[in-house]
């Protein structure tokens, strides 16, 4: 059990375009999810925790009218990266929680963006 | 603020074992964990620790010291297959996770 999808697994659009990335946890109700950026050999940096009908938290850095998130359910988060530049090509990875009592964190398969 | 260190990389012969070790400081404390992330994949979850002590699961275990600020993960009976990065995340007191930048394991026959 404790599964979770990401789609599209990667991706590639030019500068300038939106890009919509779908997490869905499969086999459970996810409460919080979690969206990591990663860069090459470095490592996991959270973007935004958002829980279930309210709006996402941000990190620090973190710029929200450009990665927007939306968590309608309890088992789908979206991420759109807005006017999309070369520099937010990156590894995706979101990750989902049942709530506060589970400390497991399910990871997706990640979303590879590249932005020409 | 908070840190969590860990070697960049390792290197270590098939069949052997090896210890990854992690230190950390955090504002609060709500478990240890490790994961494995093979390059271009998602991280995968290996242990859990909130109590001091050692926890093993078949190949792999974990050790933990609070008082310390520390951690170990230790993989036995290396196999080519274990060669990948291993992540140590330490939950904070608001339940988030602070990540490492990971120790990037190699095995050599």
């Known amino acids: 059990g404790a599964v979770v999808s990401q789609h599209p697994s990667w991706v590639i659009c030019k500068s300038g375009t939106s890009v919509k990335i779908e997490c869905r946890s499969l086999?459970?109700?996810?409460?919080?999810m979690f969206w990591y950026r990663q860069f090459p050999k470095q490592s996991l940096m959270l973007m935004a925790t958002?829980?279930?009908?309210?709006?996402?938290?941000?990190e620090q850095g973190v710029e929200k009218d450009k990665f927007l998130i939306n968590h309608a359910s309890l088992t789908l988060s979206t991420l759109t990266v807005t006017s999309a530049h070369p520099e937010d090509s990156s590894f995706y990875i979101c990750?989902?929680?049942?709530?506060?009592?589970?400390?497991?964190?399910?990871f997706g398969p990640g979303t590879r963006l590249t932005v020409t | 603020g908070q840190n969590i260190d860990q070697p960049t990389e390792m290197t270590a012969t098939e069949g052997a074992i090896v210890q990854i070790n992690c230190t950390y400081q955090?504002?609060?404390?709500?478990?240890l964990f490790w994961y494995q992330q093979h390059a271009g994949e998602a991280p995968t979850f290996l242990s859990y620790?909130?109590l001091d002590g050692l926890e093993e699961k078949g190949r792999f275990s974990s050790f933990l010291s609070r008082s310390k600020g520390y951690s170990y993960l230790l993989l036995k009976e290396l196999q080519m297959k274990d060669s990948a990065s291993y992540l140590c995340?330490?939950?904070?007191?608001?339940?988030?996770?602070?990540w490492g930048a990971g120790t990037k394991l190699i095995i050599k026959p």
């Open positions: 990750s989902a929680r049942t709530g506060t009592s589970d400390y497991e964190q399910y």
């Open positions: 086999d459970f109700q996810a409460t919080t």
């Open positions: 958002s829980n279930e009908g309210s709006k996402a938290t941000y």
């Open positions: 955090t504002s609060g404390f709500n478990g």
């Open positions: 620790n909130v």
């Open positions: 995340a330490v939950m904070d007191s608001n339940y988030q996770l602070i």
